[in-house]
């Protein structure tokens, strides 16, 4: 059974700090992996989607990597601000035909001024 | 493009009451999938509808049900609630692959 972990739980950082955030999953035959963003009480916003094939993607300031053998994501923001805050999910997809996301408990980061 | 919507924002029930939840994909989009989010975790995979059939179940209660209409929107229906209830529940539309996420409904369960 599909497993998917986030390291930390919460994170609290000054402005302009570079920051990693973690995702692992158990089983490595995965379709792709996508990153999401959460404000509170409000849906999910896709950040970046990743496929099984790929290495990495960047937006603006997020750049995300995945190592498949080793069950692995990061998500790396630049040069955070306090807009960044909020709570960012890490979402694995079996393969193409089961079509179910696969959520980690999030992150919920906090970037102070 | 509206994106996905939801309906309503937010409910209060009473424990044992039934419930229902509407939810109108993004234009084009043909499949709906529903997930429950509780205070803290992540959301949980309830089900999807393609072609106004369940296509694929999550590990939830057979009070959870659904329904897809022709024109796509889906409903989600609950019954004999339980104060474990008590989640935001979203929903997601796709058309064969990223999923494309609404609002939610925050359901209370009092």
């Known amino acids: 059974k599909q497993e998917v972990t986030q390291i930390p739980a919460a994170l609290s950082v000054p402005e302009g700090e570079n920051l990693v955030l973690n995702c692992s999953f158990t089983d490595s035959a995965i379709y792709n992996l996508q990153w999401f963003r959460q404000d509170p009480g409000k849906g999910l916003t896709s950040l970046l989607l990743i496929q099984s094939s790929q290495r990495e993607q960047t937006s603006g300031r997020l750049n995300a990597s995945l190592d498949k053998s080793s069950g692995r994501s990061t998500l790396y923001i630049a040069a955070s601000q306090p807009g960044d805050s909020a709570t960012y999910l890490c979402a694995v997809k079996a393969n193409q035909a089961g079509t179910a996301l696969i959520f980690g408990k999030g992150t919920t980061l906090s970037v102070s001024s | 493009d509206a994106g996905v919507t939801q309906s309503p924002t937010h409910l209060i029930k009473t424990r044992g009451q039934q419930v229902t939840l509407r939810c109108s994909p993004k234009s084009g989009h043909d499949t709906v999938s529903w997930y429950q989010q509780a205070l803290g975790q992540g959301p949980q995979f309830i089900f999807q509808y393609y072609e106004e059939e369940e296509r694929q179940r999550g590990n939830f209660p057979d009070r959870f049900s659904g329904h897809q209409f022709p024109n796509y929107s889906s409903e989600l229906n609950v019954n004999a609630l339980l104060l474990g209830d008590s989640a935001l529940y979203l929903c997601?539309?796709?058309?064969?692959?990223?999923?494309?996420f609404g609002p939610g409904t925050r359901l209370t369960v009092l």
């Open positions: 997601a539309s796709s058309l064969g692959g990223t999923q494309y």
